[in-house]
Nanobody, 116 residues
Framework: QVRLVEFGGALVQPGDSLRLSCAASGFPFNTSVLRWSRQAPGNQRELVASISEDGTLTHYVNFVKGRFTVSRDNVKNMVLLQMNSLSSEDTAVYCC?????????WGHGPPVTVSS
């Protein structure tokens, strides 16, 4: 059974940093592309970042480039999202996810709230 469990959501102030973790199990982690997505209140879910199977290739959407860093630990089966210079526009529920065949598997996501 595929399991994705995220940790690290919090209430932070603008300009703060936060690191999210996602512990994965139940699928071949080392051969899977992992992604972080987010859904802000009233908005559709959107991709934030992705990382290749070996961690050497990463992709970021424009609004997080230079602020967010995705990484993975293929020994611990974890994917991380380091978020810096957070603003209120980053307030959202963040989920890690993985596509296995035609199925996208999602974690339930921790809420990240950026507010002064």
């Amino acid at each position: 059974q595929v399991r994705l469990v995220e940790f690290g959501g919090a209430l932070v102030q603008p300009g703060d940093s936060l690191r999210l973790s996602c512990a994965a199990s139940g699928f071949p982690f080392n051969t899977s592309v992992l992604r972080w997505s987010r859904q802000a209140p009233g908005n559709q879910r959107e991709l934030v970042a992705s990382i290749s199977e070996d961690g050497t290739l990463t992709h970021y959407v424009n609004f997080v480039k230079g602020r967010f860093t995705v990484s993975r630990d293929n020994v611990k089966n974890m994917v991380l999202l380091q978020m810096n210079s957070l603003s209120s526009e980053d307030t959202a529920v963040y989920c890690c996810n993985v596509s296995l065949g035609s199925t996208v598997n999602w974690g339930h996501g921790p809420p990240v709230t950026v507010s002064s």
